[in-house]
């Protein structure tokens, strides 16, 4: 039995006949065995660089209690949790400025936190997020992959071969892992030590309202009275918080809720597209994950996060594109930070590549695997495995009716659990294959990961030379989530439309909605005064790609606020808040340019239905759209392109809808709600000249960012911010939270 505390100790029990051991549960990573007979004895041992001058073994007489009392005192003073009928707070906030006292000096592995989920038990989960610059294969690294060894060594980042700077935390790609169980309080200390730019991180699908007791009886978004919300921890600069400056270090807290597979990730600039991101799982007990029944192995390294990879940093891919005609386009896909791209050998066959992620199973067992799309361009990822069936039970962490497909096609932001059966195949190597979409195929990029079955004799995988792009997409049988696709034009496409939700929500009711938003977006023809100048090199006047066109929502481009929604509302001027209800030319627009803190406010408690529309101009695309702070269902989603078939590059005429088109078809009733069991997600993809309509609550007071979440989209305003509710009536932040603003 192994025990975390915040060091390492291990202990081996001697001769304890079965009869004579009891079950302890509770207080640390798995359970403890204490046996009972005098003739029993326990070896520990010592982690001796942790506790210098202790002895490298001890022997306790489990019979005479004095033996026991070093090692009870050793545990009583590093546990990591405590008992579920405790209350368990947060530390206290008088700490020393670095923390030293209230967490961690490392996180271990695996973390305490990181273990069998039991109903009505929680832990206080603590995590220290070091955020530098870095690189990728740098001196960590050795000679990866000339020596293939080497590839494993303690923070030896090999991405795809090529070598670059990376913003990574903890030094690792993806960042230090977060799995904790539904109920935990997690407190993360993450200091910025990026030496020019600022940063926060988001939690990407938690809701930040505070406990969750009385949500026991159901998984789905529903009225409650919180204890304890956090959304100023939501991490999103301007609206939740300030952003940490250069040396300044931030502690995020928050209720792990909904439980599910999520992720967090850098929300300023280009720092996720960099390596800045890492996954969160949040687990269940057995007698509350209703597909527990479905799968034998839920294991921790059974969690991909995939992304489409360049080979520059992201501010020197964003610079010449939005000021010149540089390339938008990825180069390769990394799957966890490994990927295959530069050959280091002499010949091209067999060749020299640094190592792909591997995943090993047992024939005859059904795995849960956790998929994690933290894509950034416009690259909807076609994910498969060779010879393997995948069965879909969940999205953005809720559970659906379990669907059986040949492949899933995701999002950026988009997460999906499947289970892959391995029940009478053959005991070998198989491809598990990720390919490019849209953007991603203009160079063919796609990428590789290998389920490798125990017993399986060595691989042959890639001693025939490179992998062919044409068979990582359209894989034949049925596939999920197909983009600019509607529902049943072909019968082997399934849309999001399809798939029902596992439970029935009574919190969002059918029938009319209280408020109706319509969000419709195109790239407009603009003299954005961000990349354009009207007298000098205005729109009409550049050449070739150097016509840069903006996004924009409602004819809006989101103005990025400089001190926090959430915590200094009442500093902003109100005449600069906008929305298409009330933009004014002169106010909020400038020669035909509108830029304004774009706000939908809501009543709290409201149920809103929002249209997500995309005009179909200039190009026939899918944008991924990602809301903060809750979930949602997604009633209906719809295509009206004349040329169906069309479904990416410059639309042809007739592939392009307006925004009035349909609120008129919403107002003759002939858009259809789907009530039956919607499947619930926060993050959706919007086919384009289409619509994908959405309906919550409003029942978590505070600021949410709602924003299409390819990174650079997002950074030149092609979101807006949800209020719901009141200032007065969201929680008030911490005693002396952190302000600022404009120096003017």
Same mark, same amino acid.
């Given at each position: 039995?192994?025990?975390?505390?915040?060091?390492?100790?291990?202990?081996?029990?001697?001769?304890?006949?079965?009869?004579?051991?009891?079950?302890?549960?509770?207080?640390?990573?798995?359970? +403890?065995?204490?046996? *009972?007979?005098?003739?029993?004895?326990?070896?520990?041992?010592?982690?001796?660089?942790?506790?210098?001058?202790?002895?490298?073994?001890?022997?306790?007489?489990?019979?005479?209690?004095?033996?026991?009392?070093?090692?009870?005192?050793?545990?009583?003073?590093?546990?990591?949790?405590?008992?579920?009928?405790?209350?368990?707070? *947060?530390?206290?906030?008088?700490?020393?400025?670095?923390?030293?006292?209230?967490?961690?000096?490392?996180?271990?592995?695996?973390?305490?936190?990181?273990?069998?989920?039991?109903?009505?038990?929680?832990?206080?989960?603590?995590?220290?997020?070091?955020?530098?610059?870095?690189?990728?294969?740098?001196?960590?690294? *050795?000679?990866?992959?000339?020596?293939?060894?080497?590839?494993?060594?303690?923070?030896?980042?090999?991405?795809?071969? +090529?070598?670059?700077?990376?913003?990574?935390?903890?030094?690792?790609?993806?960042?230090?892992?977060?799995? +904790?169980?539904?109920?935990?309080?997690?407190?993360?200390?993450?200091?910025?030590?990026?030496?020019?730019?600022?940063?926060?991180?988001?939690?990407?699908?938690?809701?930040?309202?505070?406990?969750?007791?009385?949500?026991?009886?159901?998984?789905?978004?529903?009225?409650?009275?919180?204890?304890?919300?956090?959304?100023?921890?939501?991490?999103?600069?301007?609206?939740?918080?300030?952003?940490?400056?250069?040396?300044?270090?931030?502690?995020?807290?928050?209720?792990?809720?909904?439980?599910?597979?999520?992720?967090?990730?850098?929300?300023?600039?280009?720092?996720?597209?960099?390596?800045?991101?890492?996954?969160?799982?949040?687990?269940?007990?057995?007698?509350?994950?209703?597909?527990?029944?479905?799968?034998?192995?839920?294991?921790?390294?059974?969690?991909?996060?995939?992304?489409?990879?360049?080979?520059?940093?992201?501010?020197?891919?964003?610079?010449?594109?939005?000021?010149?005609?540089?390339?938008?386009?990825?180069?390769?896909?990394?799957?966890?930070?490994?990927?295959?791209?530069?050959?280091?050998?002499?010949?091209? +066959?067999?060749?020299?590549?640094?190592?792909?992620?591997?995943?090993?199973?047992?024939?005859?067992?059904?795995?849960?695997?956790?998929?994690?799309?933290?894509?950034?361009?416009?690259?909807?990822?076609?994910?498969?495995?060779?010879?393997?069936?995948?069965?879909?039970?969940?999205? $953005?962490?809720?559970?659906?009716?379990?669907?059986?497909?040949?492949?899933?096609?995701?999002?950026?932001?988009?997460?999906?659990?499947?289970?892959?059966?391995?029940?009478?195949?053959?005991?070998?190597?198989?491809?598990?294959?990720?390919?490019?979409?849209?953007?991603?195929?203009?160079?063919?990029?796609?990428?590789?990961?290998?389920?490798?079955?125990?017993?399986?004799?060595?691989?042959?995988?890639?001693?025939?030379?490179?992998?062919?792009?044409?068979?990582?997409?359209?894989?034949?049988?049925? /596939?999920?989530?197909?983009?600019?696709?509607?529902?049943?034009?072909?019968?082997?496409?399934?849309?999001?439309?399809?798939?029902?939700?596992?439970?029935?929500?009574?919190?969002?009711?059918?029938?009319?909605?209280?408020?109706?938003?319509?969000?419709?977006?195109?790239?407009?023809?603009?003299?954005?005064?961000?990349?354009?100048?009207?007298?000098?090199?205005?729109?009409?006047?550049?050449?070739?790609?150097?016509?840069?066109?903006?996004?924009?929502?409602?004819?809006?481009?989101?103005?990025?606020?400089?001190? &926090?929604?959430?915590?200094?509302?009442?500093?902003?001027?109100?005449?600069?808040?906008?929305?298409?209800?009330?933009?004014?030319?002169?106010?909020?627009?400038?020669?035909?340019?509108?830029?304004?803190?774009?706000?939908?406010?809501?009543?709290?408690?409201?149920?809103?239905?929002?249209?997500?529309?995309?005009?179909?101009?200039?190009?026939?695309?899918?944008? &991924?759209?990602?809301?903060?702070?809750?979930?949602?269902?997604?009633?209906?989603?719809?295509?009206?392109?004349?040329?169906?078939?069309?479904?990416?590059?410059?639309?042809?005429?007739?592939?392009?809808?307006?925004?009035?088109?349909?609120?008129?078809? $919403?107002?003759?009733?002939?858009?259809?709600?789907? *009530?039956?069991?919607?499947?619930?997600?926060?993050?959706?993809?919007? &086919?384009?000249?289409?619509?994908?309509?959405?309906?919550?609550?409003?029942?978590?007071?505070?600021?949410?960012?709602?924003?299409?979440?390819? /990174?650079?989209?997002?950074?030149?305003?092609?979101?807006?911010?949800?209020?719901?509710?009141?200032?007065?009536?969201?929680?008030?932040?911490?005693?002396?939270?952190?302000?600022?603003?404009?120096?003017?």
């Amino acid at each position: 039995v192994s025990i975390w505390s915040r060091k390492l100790v291990q202990f081996k029990m001697n001769a304890v006949p079965a009869s004579t051991t009891r079950l302890v549960p509770g207080l640390y990573k798995g359970p +403890v065995f204490l046996p *009972f007979p005098q003739y029993s004895t326990l070896n520990m041992t010592t982690n001796t660089a942790a506790y210098p001058g202790m002895p490298l073994t001890n022997t306790f007489n489990l019979g005479n209690p004095a033996t026991l009392m070093p090692l009870l005192v050793l545990l009583t003073q590093n546990r990591v949790g405590k008992a579920s009928n405790e209350e368990i707070r *947060f530390p206290e906030e008088n700490c020393d400025p670095h923390y030293e006292s209230c967490t961690p000096e490392f996180n271990p592995i695996p973390h305490p936190c990181e273990r069998e989920c039991r109903v009505g038990e929680s832990m206080t989960c603590y995590y220290k997020m070091v955020v530098e610059w870095y690189s990728v294969l740098g001196k960590a690294c *050795f000679n990866c992959p000339l020596n293939i060894t080497d590839c494993s060594r303690p923070h030896c980042v090999s991405g795809d071969g +090529v070598e670059r700077g990376i913003i990574t935390v903890n030094r690792r790609l993806p960042g230090s892992p977060i799995s +904790v169980c539904r109920g935990d309080k997690v407190v993360v200390d993450v200091q910025n030590k990026l030496p020019s730019e600022t940063m926060t991180m988001h939690w990407h699908g938690q809701y930040m309202h505070g406990d969750i007791a009385e949500e026991r009886a159901s998984r789905l978004p529903r009225q409650r009275q919180v204890r304890n919300p956090t959304p100023w921890n939501d991490g999103v600069p301007g609206v939740t918080q300030c952003p940490m400056i250069p040396g300044q270090s931030y502690r995020y807290k928050f209720i792990a809720n909904p439980a599910g597979t999520h992720w967090y990730h850098a929300h300023s600039a280009f720092q996720r597209e960099d390596g800045l991101y890492g996954k969160l799982v949040v687990r269940l007990p057995d007698q509350e994950n209703v597909h527990r029944e479905y799968y034998d192995e839920d294991l921790e390294e059974h969690t991909i996060i995939f992304q489409d990879w360049v080979h520059k940093t992201g501010v020197d891919m964003f610079i010449p594109h939005h000021w010149d005609d540089g390339s938008n386009k990825a180069e390769s896909f990394i799957i966890n930070g490994k990927g295959r791209y530069r050959n280091f050998g002499i010949n091209a +066959v067999p060749g020299l590549y640094t190592p792909v992620e591997e995943f090993s199973v047992e024939e005859g067992r059904r795995y849960r695997f956790r998929l994690i799309n933290a894509g950034v361009s416009m690259c909807p990822v076609e994910f498969s495995v060779e010879d393997h069936k995948l069965t879909v039970i969940a999205t $953005d962490g809720m559970d659906i009716e379990p669907v059986e497909i040949d492949s899933l096609i995701s999002h950026n932001g988009e997460r999906y659990d499947v289970i892959i059966d391995t029940t009478d195949k053959e005991r070998k190597t198989y491809k598990m294959k990720f390919g490019g979409l849209m953007d991603c195929g203009a160079k063919k990029v796609h990428g590789t990961a290998l389920l490798k079955y125990k017993g399986a004799s060595e691989s042959t995988m890639f001693k025939g030379g490179a992998t062919k792009y044409k068979d990582y997409i359209n894989i034949k049988g049925v /596939s999920l989530n197909a983009p600019n696709t509607n529902s049943g034009f072909k019968k082997d496409k399934l849309t999001l439309t399809d798939l029902k939700s596992w439970e029935k929500s009574v919190d969002i009711p059918a029938g009319e909605a209280d408020r109706t938003i319509y969000l419709g977006y195109s790239f407009y023809d603009l003299d954005n005064p961000d990349f354009h100048n009207k007298d000098f090199y205005a729109f009409e006047d550049v050449i070739g790609k150097n016509a840069l066109r903006t996004p924009q929502v409602n004819n809006i481009t989101m103005k990025s606020p400089v001190s &926090p929604l959430i915590t200094q509302f009442e500093e902003y001027n109100e005449e600069m808040i906008c929305n298409s209800e009330n933009l004014d030319n002169s106010t909020h627009c400038r020669e035909g340019f509108c830029h304004c803190y774009h706000i939908e406010k809501i009543k709290l408690g409201d149920v809103v239905d929002i249209f997500l529309i995309d005009e179909g101009l200039p190009w026939d695309v899918s944008h &991924p759209f990602h809301l903060h702070g809750t979930h949602f269902q997604v009633l209906a989603m719809e295509r009206f392109a004349e040329v169906p078939e069309h479904t990416f590059g410059v639309g042809p005429p007739g592939n392009d809808i307006s925004t009035e088109f349909v609120k008129r078809r $919403d107002k003759e009733g002939k858009i259809k709600r789907n *009530f039956d069991s919607p499947v619930v997600k926060d993050s959706v993809m919007v &086919p384009d000249a289409g619509y994908t309509l959405i309906r919550f609550k409003a029942d978590n007071p505070g600021f949410w960012f709602f924003h299409c979440h390819m /990174s650079w989209h997002n950074h030149v305003g092609m979101g807006l911010v949800i209020q719901i509710g009141e200032p007065s009536e969201m929680p008030s932040p911490p005693e002396n939270f952190p302000r600022c603003g404009d120096f003017m």
